[in-house]
């Protein structure tokens, strides 16, 4: 069952650019994080919002969480190449619970 | 993945047979995480483990078993591999909860023929 959804599927911008991503989730959730995938890597974890909190900021990340829209959005300003890889939302199902749920995740380009 | 070890890292094995993935970690994690990840599909969990001989099924079980004998210790089981289990694995670990930050192995790409 998919929890999370990334939009866009693909993102390539120019270094240098703002990179914007966004995550749409079905339920009440207590936690949402954001996770980033290089190629051929495993996940890293990136920055945890909780339910009560509507931005959270990580040097050059700042997420957002609007839990009326259940919604929430990556933003990673200044982009560098090093941040090519694929981001995924992952979220509680909103009842105490052991695990989480991924989406599928955006892969974000940066163009040189 | 400091803390996080799999093995093996590559395996390709035959439909059929039987295959056990490992997980290891320096972490005292309670929690420990099976998933799989297909193109398409994102992460899709497996099974996972709350504790010592506690675990419990995720989205995606049938076909495989588990087993945690010891905190550091997490084996995947394959008892007879197919053609659909063709996957990259990831195995990960969480400290205080599951909806907590979890951190990720290397991954264990495994070729099913």
């Known amino acids: 069952s998919q929890q999370g959804e990334e939009d866009p599927q693909a993102l390539s911008i120019q270094e240098g650019e703002n990179a914007t991503m966004n995550c749409s989730y079905k339920t009440s959730i207590n936690n949402l994080q954001w996770y980033r995938q290089n190629s051929g890597r495993g996940l890293v974890h990136l920055i945890l919002?909780?339910?009560?909190?509507r931005e959270k900021h990580s040097g050059r990340l700042r997420v957002t969480l609007d839990t009326s829209k259940k919604s929430s959005s990556l933003l990673i300003t200044a982009s560098r190449a090093a941040d090519t890889a694929s981001y995924f939302c992952?979220?509680?199902?909103?009842?105490?619970?052991?695990?989480?749920?991924f989406g599928k995740g955006t892969r974000l380009h940066i163009l040189p | 993945d400091a803390g996080i070890t799999q093995s093996p890292r590559h395996k390709v094995t035959e439909t059929g047979t039987p295959v056990t993935l490992r997980c290891h970690q320096t972490?005292?994690?309670?929690?420990m995480y099976w998933y799989r990840q297909d193109p398409g599909h994102g992460l899709r969990l497996i099974h996972y483990s709350y504790g010592v001989k506690d675990t419990d099924k995720g989205e995606v079980s049938d076909g495989y078993s588990v087993s945690r004998s010891k905190t550091e210790d997490f084996l995947l089981t394959l008892e007879s591999a197919t053609s659909s289990q063709t996957s990259v694995y990831f195995c990960?670990?969480?400290?205080?909860?599951?909806?907590?930050?979890?951190?990720f192995g290397p991954g264990t790409r495994l070729l099913v023929l």
């Open positions: 972490e005292n994690h309670r929690y």
């Open positions: 992952a979220t509680d199902l909103g009842e105490r619970d052991d695990k989480i749920i």
């Open positions: 919002i909780r339910s009560n909190e």
């Open positions: 990960a670990i969480s400290g205080s909860s599951g909806e907590e930050t979890q951190y």
